[in-house]
Each structure stands twice: as structure tokens, then as C-alpha cells.
């Protein structure tokens, strides 16, 4: 289960408090991605990013924010403006977007409640 | 863009029978379409895929089909086992070099 890292596995926030989830990737991935996932409900996308000091917004962006500074890093903000923010979070990577078949390769999660 | 849909939402099968998840996508220009299980509290992980210009693949028990003209892919399980029981997820990746998910499949394989 190595290349792909997410922390904390869990995480509690109090309502009004901004929140930083950590992924990072020792695969040398040029993308990476991030998932809201609900209960019994699909993955859907939040943000993209697709190199260095790039990154584009998903379906659902409002309420988040992200950085990419490092090739290896991905970190997501969860703001206070974002409504519902309680769910599973999933970092993903791949090599390069622009080639076809590319598959993501997901990390652990972290798990994002809101006392 | 693009819009995948997923069904059944849930699958509950007697072991050793087949289960079938099928998915319908909305992008006629989608040429990738990946299947991805993820096991309760864990990451997903690509179980199969299968390529715009290929309409069928197989990997031991588990196939995937794909029929272009009808925007619709199956994924077929064989034999099924206990440890068959997660979630399966379809995909299809577009032109726009994103993957878009289906709603998921919650399959229960009763021993």
C-alpha cells in the first residue's frame, strides 16, 4: 500500500475552523486528484492538478482550496465556507494526464467529521 | 461533460453464483473505462479496465464488456466469493483526461 500517503486517517473539526488534509506521493506522478466521498455514494472530483504550480477546479470546488508547490505534494484545504464538508477524502495520482489509460492510484483517506 | 450511471446501487448474490454491474456514460468521446473495488474503510483499487477499441476483457473471474454504439459496460463476476463483498466503482475517462465515477455498487456475497 506504499506510494501514496493521506494524514490524519481521522479528523475532527469544529464548525467555523479551516482544516488541511496532507497526500503525498513518492511515485513520481506528474497528476493529482481529490475525491469527496459520501456514504454509499461515488467519488466525486474536488480539484486537479496536472503539474507543478497548476491546478484546476473539479465538480465540487466550492468550499475548498489546494496548492501544488512540490511535485510530490497535494494538500486540500477544507474552509469554513464549505457547507456539509463531513465525509471521506481520497488523494489520487497518475503518471501523466494526457496519455490515454492512465490509472489513478488512490490513497488510505481521511475521514473528515465536523463536531 | 460527462455523466455515468450505475446500477444496482446494491447486489446481493448467493456464493458461487455470477454478479453483473452495469454502467452507462454520457461522453461519446470516453475511450477509458476502469473498475475499481474498494473494501470497507479502505482506498479503491483498479481491479480491471478496458480500452475504447476492445470489446471484451477477461481476468480470471471478473470481465468487463463494452458496447460503444449503446454507451453501456458491464463488469461480470464469476464464481463469486466472500471476499468478492466491496464496492465496485466504473469510470469513464474523456477527452477531457478526467475520470468521472458511477454512484457505486455495494455487492454482498452471502456464503
Known amino acids: 500500500d506504499g506510494g501514496i500517503t493521506q494524514s490524519p486517517k481521522y479528523l475532527f473539526r469544529k464548525e467555523g475552523q479551516n482544516v488541511t488534509l496532507s497526500c503525498e506521493q513518492n511515485?513520481?506522478?506528474?497528476?493529482m486528484y481529490w475525491y469527496r466521498q459520501d456514504p454509499g455514494q461515488g467519488l466525486r472530483l474536488i480539484y486537479y492538478?496536472?503539474?507543478?504550480?497548476?491546478?484546476q477546479k473539479g465538480d465540487i470546488a466550492e468550499g475548498y482550496s489546494v496548492s501544488r508547490e512540490k511535485k510530490e505534494s497535494f494538500p486540500l484545504t477544507v474552509t469554513s465556507a464549505q457547507k456539509n464538508p463531513t465525509a471521506f477524502y481520497l488523494c489520487?495520482?497518475?503518471?501523466?494526464?494526457?496519455?490515454?489509460?492512465?490509472?489513478?492510484?488512490f490513497g488510505p483517506g481521511t475521514r473528515l467529521t465536523v463536531l | 461533460g460527462e455523466n455515468v450511471e450505475q446500477h444496482p446501487s446494491t447486489l446481493s448474490v448467493q456464493e458461487g453464483d455470477s454478479a453483473v454491474i452495469k454502467c452507462t456514460y454520457s461522453?461519446?468521446?470516453?475511450?477509458?473505462f476502469p473498475w475499481y473495488k474498494q473494501e470497507l474503510g479502505k482506498r479503491p483499487q483498479l481491479i480491471i479496465d478496458?480500452?475504447?477499441?476492445?470489446g471484451e476483457k477477461k481476468d480470471q473471474r471478473i470481465a468487463v464488456t463494452l458496447n460503444k454504439t449503446a454507451k453501456h459496460f458491464s463488469l461480470h463476476i464469476t464464481e463469486t466469493q466472500p471476499e468478492d463483498s466491496a464496492v465496485y466503482f466504473c469510470a469513464g475517462h474523456n477527452a477531457g483526461n478526467m475520470l468521472t465515477f458511477g454512484g457505486g455498487t455495494r455487492l454482498m456475497v452471502k456464503p
Open positions: 489520487a495520482s497518475s503518471i501523466v494526464p494526457t496519455l490515454p489509460y492512465n490509472e489513478q492510484f
Open positions: 492538478s496536472q503539474i507543478v504550480n497548476d491546478f
Open positions: 461522453d461519446s468521446a470516453s475511450n477509458y
Open positions: 478496458i480500452r475504447s477499441n476492445v
Open positions: 511515485l513520481n506522478h506528474d497528476a
